[in-house]
């Protein structure tokens, strides 16, 4: 991948936990839930519970819609 994921603080517009924002960032790069949660070292399920959760607190339609507002907030160069 070019692109790399910033490490900084989340953005107060970004009401995730950390776990979460690295989800959404694994989600930014396009990566599916299976891919993300072998990068993670956690099950599907967990990662579709992120998934809703992130959705849920964003108030985004979809991932593309939750990506788009990652790289819009630095979170993914």
Do not use: C, W, Y
């Not at 994921?5 to 970004?14: A, D, G």
């Not at 956690?42 to 849920?56: A, C």
């Amino acid at each position: 991948m070019s692109e790399t994921i910033r490490s900084t603080q989340l953005p107060p517009e970004l009401p995730v936990t950390s776990r979460e924002a690295q989800v959404l960032r694994h989600i930014a790069f396009g990566l599916s839930n299976r891919e993300i949660a072998k990068s993670l070292g956690i099950s599907v399920e967990t990662v579709k519970e992120h998934v809703q959760n992130i959705l849920r607190k964003t108030g985004a339609s979809d991932r593309t819609d939750v990506a788009v507002r990652a790289v819009r907030l630095g979170l993914v160069d």
